[in-house]
């Protein structure tokens, strides 16, 4: 059986590993000929919008699904005509907007922080007049690990913002001082089988995703019941299957929902050891129409990204509970290389696992507040300026 994957990064090339254990073999669709994924199954490399290449991609297909969120609808569409794509274009659609986001999660009842269309320069003034200073301007569309927004915090940041990003669909969104930042990771079978992961508590700098615990310290049942609770009305308003990630920011005890991403999700890496069943094998098992997996958590779990560059390794790599994962791309600044998760059984072990790393432990001792000679968390959005969004993606 053989899967299409509309992407060939590292979320790719992990589909394509899990993808093995099942009897499933990966077909990757990626412009770059040096995509991770291609050393774990098939690799067309095309524009996502090449009709000819999708056509030969989508030959032999059980079903598709993607790895890369900005792959154009109309592909997934025009694929959809002929084989099950999964999740629906719908999801992918609606990720692709922040503002259709919102207003489908408001639509579902699903908390986010106050947000408003931005069309032109007087809207903003408006905007900034109702929902008060900070406030986040954001590009609508291919905004990714931070880029394409930039904080305003008081009121002659406002001219430059606009200029920075003008001339492309605009969401303006209060800044939530949050208490932390947590993702949900969900699966739906094709049966309508619902499972989640625990809530992951996630710490970004510049944008980017640095660290993930797993699960998230301190959650109160209630808020992972609120969490699910507000992922399943979206897997069942999209007749979803496959995974979802949900980011949320955590305000005095109250989910607020940043956004969805129609994949499997790099704040779900931890679940590779750290869970009985990864977010890789039970996004394949939904599609292909296989039982899901348990997704019970026996321990606890860190995921370090290795951004830029992959550090020297060689002392980590032969440590109990230590799992190097690299993506085997160039190095580029503020490009995701690698991860390492590291797992234990008990807060305590994973504390002294974490200190064995030296500085490749540090981030994620800093994220638990063990010692912060960085700031653990940065809740500023980076000023980022990508208004384009433009396809330099550091994938
Ligand atoms: P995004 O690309 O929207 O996920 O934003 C990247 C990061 O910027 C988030 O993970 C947050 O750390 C921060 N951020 C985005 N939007 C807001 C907001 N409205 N309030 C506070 N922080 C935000």
Known sequence: ????????????????????????????LDPNPDSPARHVGDHVVARFDDGAALQAFATG??????????????SARALASRLPVMPAPEALATAQDRLHEKEF?????????????????????ETVVKLGLPTVLKTRRLGYDGRGQTLM???????????????????AEEFVPFDRELSLIAVRGRDGDVRFYPLVENHHREGILRVSLAPAPDVAPALQAAAESYAKRILTELNYVGVLAMEWFERSGEL???????????????????AATSQFENHLRALVGRPLGPTDVPGVAAMINLIGEVPD???????????????????????????????????????????????VGAPALSAVGVFSTTPALDPRPPEVSDAAGTKSSPR
């Not at 002659?156 to 605009?170: I, K, Q």
């Not at 600044?333 to 008990?346: D, E, F, I, L, Q």
Request: some cysteine.
């Open 1 to 28: 059986m053989i899967v299409g994957v509309l992407g060939g990064g590292q979320l790719g090339w992990m589909l394509g590993l899990a993808g093995r254990a099942l009897g499933a073999r990966c077909r990757f």
């Open 61 to 74: 297909l059980a079903a598709v699904t993607y790895e890369f969120e900005n792959v154009p609808v109309e």
């Open 256 to 274: 607020l929902a940043n956004e969805m991403a129609p994949r499997v999700h790099n704040s779900g890496h931890w679940t590779i050891e750290g």
């Open 313 to 359: 390794l060689a002392a980590a790599e032969g440590s109990e509970g230590v799992h190097v994962h690299r993506y085997g791309k160039s190095p580029r600044p503020k490009r995701k290389m690698g991860h390492v998760t590291v797992t234990a059984s008990t807060r305590e072990e994973l504390l002294t696992r974490l200190t064995r790393l030296g500085p």
């Open 153 to 171: 915090t008081v009121a002659t940041d406002l001219s430059p913002a606009w200029e920075a990003l003008r001339g492309v669909a605009l969401i």
């Open 105 to 125: 999660f408001h639509r579902l009842g699903v908390p986010t922080p106050r947000y408003r269309n931005v069309r032109d320069e007087r809207d903003l003034l």
